[in-house]
């Protein structure tokens, strides 16, 4: 007995030996893990971005509790999707939902902390103040490049001595030793630059700062340089407001707008600050008729967009599928392989095929048209028939994923049920009507659904097509005829001037009104289905 204990024994020993080093593995894989993640979150938070961080830190604690506790032991083959819904998804929601009621955008990007350094710090805020020393100075351009720009700086002191030193853009001034105030004609790698050609580039010149640190140096003039430059806004915590000390006028923080104003009411400092502004952005969609208007008709066009589409493709894929369905149709196979193409096919390269055959001037459908009815069709500059095209151009696109669907759904009805209608004295139309349709819809209706939400938020083929033209005159967003909700909200937040509080508001009706659509479609669904029941 006694021995065959101590075999057991030796037996189990390697195999329990063996079983530590996974173990070891795993706790020192999510040590690291963690390691790292602790030190991101970290940066993240210290820089300002609380919830980014806060929903990093969330997402590794659930690993860790997941691979820790014995019970969830079971989830971590989903942890790392949960994870990842969790960064990608869920968070990307909630900020969206935070930055709606803020006045994120082109002139407040920062927080207000940043916008105080950058007035306090940052080169592009320093002045040269009366005392300064001046210079005369000669324009240098390093070889090869148009804006990397450099000075020449000299000056005679009443002492008789000279001060030459040569101050290139972020780079340290270095004095020069030499004799004479004159440049030279090349200095290092950069080449002096004519009278003619300095005044060229003088508007830019005087907007950048050479030197580096503490000793900076700036063109005040055609012919003057400033050294050094100073800060010119201080920070007054006590007041809660910048000084400029060029002026002596205070610029006072308002939470309401995200500017520093002066008490005068005159012209604020610019960039502002991001603030909360409550629903000013949601009030913007309606009380402002330059965004009103446009809005309203780019939102008609949106929802008529998508029921088109979806109503478009489906009778011409159901069409399909009742001739595929025949069963003396010759060539189904084949046939049915050539209609599919258009699916198979990425649908960028169809747009841009389909762009180019519409297209003015040099379109084959164009000109065959032109050529049997003496009338060319303005495709992409009228407003109507530039929608007729897109409405076409996505039923080439759309067609034969509504054919596929409806071919599987149509050969899952029973035969004896049309035998027994077809005894009964039902003629074809009543049997489609009154079998095949209800049927269909009860299979198809939510990817009917499912077709309208895409569509809904369709973004490539009005940009690929049209680009939203042609544009809608007076909207001070970048708007078009064509436009979508989608594009609306993209041109809102990334176009010439960036607005991502109201680009928020409107992703979130977009929210708003598709879960709206869908619950009172799916609604219908249900009928459906108790239409089908009674079949």
């Not at 509790?65 to 949960?82: C, K, S, T």
């Not at 949601?282 to 009380?287: C, D, I, N, Q, S």
């Not at 967003?477 to 508001?505: E, K, M, Q």
Request: hydrophobic share 50%.
């Amino acid at each position: 007995m006694t021995a065959s204990i101590s075999e057991k024994q030796k037996v189990e020993a390697p195999s329990q030996g063996a079983s530590i080093f996974p173990t070891l593995l795993k706790y020192g894989v999510l040590l690291i893990v963690d390691a790292f993640a602790l030190i991101f979150v970290y940066a993240l938070v210290f820089s300002g971005n609380i919830g980014l961080g806060t929903t990093i830190g969330f997402a590794i604690l659930m690993v860790n509790v997941v691979m820790l506790i014995p019970a969830l032991y079971p989830l971590r083959w989903m942890v790392v999707g949960l994870a990842l819904v969790t960064l990608l998804v869920i968070y990307p929601m909630f900020y969206t939902i935070f930055t709606a009621f803020t006045n994120y955008g082109d002139g407040h990007l920062q927080t207000k902390q940043e916008i105080i350094v950058t007035f306090t710090t940052s080169p592009r805020f320093r002045y040269a103040p009366q005392d300064a020393t001046t210079y005369n100075y000669a324009l240098f351009r390093r070889d090869g490049t148009a804006d990397d720009f450099a000075l020449w700086l000299s000056r005679s002191n009443d002492d008789g001595s000279i001060e030459v030193a040569f101050a290139p853009l972020n780079a340290p001034i270095e004095v020069v030793d030499t004799d004479s105030v004159d440049a030279p004609e090349t200095y290092q790698d950069y080449a002096l630059m004519s009278r003619a050609e300095s005044i060229q580039v003088i508007s830019n010149v005087q907007n950048m700062v050479f030197g580096e640190g503490d000793d900076t140096a700036q063109v005040r003039t055609a012919r003057e340089v400033a050294r050094p430059l100073v800060n010119r806004y201080v920070y007054d915590s006590a007041r809660d407001a910048l000084i400029d000390q060029s002026t002596d006028i205070a610029y006072f923080a308002n939470p309401n707008t995200g500017f520093f104003e002066p008490e005068d009411g005159g012209q604020a400092l610019t960039p502002g600050y991001r603030v909360n502004v409550g629903f000013e952005n949601f009030r913007r969609l309606t009380g402002d008729p330059s965004l009103r208007g446009p809005l309203t008709t780019v939102f008609i066009w949106t929802v008529m967009f998508a029921f088109l589409s979806v109503f478009t493709t489906f009778w011409v894929g159901l069409f399909m599928a009742l001739i595929m369905n025949d069963a003396k149709m010759p060539g189904k196979k084949i046939i049915r392989s050539l209609l599919i193409i258009p699916y198979a096919i990425p649908g960028v390269i169809s747009i841009l095929i389909w762009k180019g055959m519409l297209n003015a001037n040099l379109g084959i459908i164009t000109n065959t048209i032109y050529d049997i009815f003496g009338y060319r069709v303005p495709w992409f500059a009228d407003p109507f028939w530039a929608r007729v095209a897109v409405i076409l151009v996505n039923l080439w696109l759309g067609y034969p994923y509504m054919m596929l669907i409806c071919s599987g759904a149509l050969q899952a009805i029973p035969s004896d049920i049309y035998e027994a209608a077809a005894v009964d004295g039902a003629s074809r139309f009543d049997r489609f009507w009154k079998i095949t349709l209800p049927l269909l819809l009860v299979t198809i209706g939510p990817l009917l659904i499912a077709s309208f939400v895409y569509n809904f938020n369709n973004y490539l083929l009005i940009e690929a097509l049209t680009a939203g033209d042609p544009p809608i005159a007076g909207s001070t967003v970048p708007t078009g005829f064509t436009d979508i909700l989608i594009n609306y909200t993209y041109n809102a937040a990334f176009s010439t001037t960036r607005d991502y509080g109201y680009a928020s508001a409107i992703t979130i009706v977009i929210f708003l009104i598709v879960a709206t659509i869908t619950l009172f479609q799916y609604q219908y669904t249900k009928t459906w289905e108790e239409v089908g029941e009674n079949v």
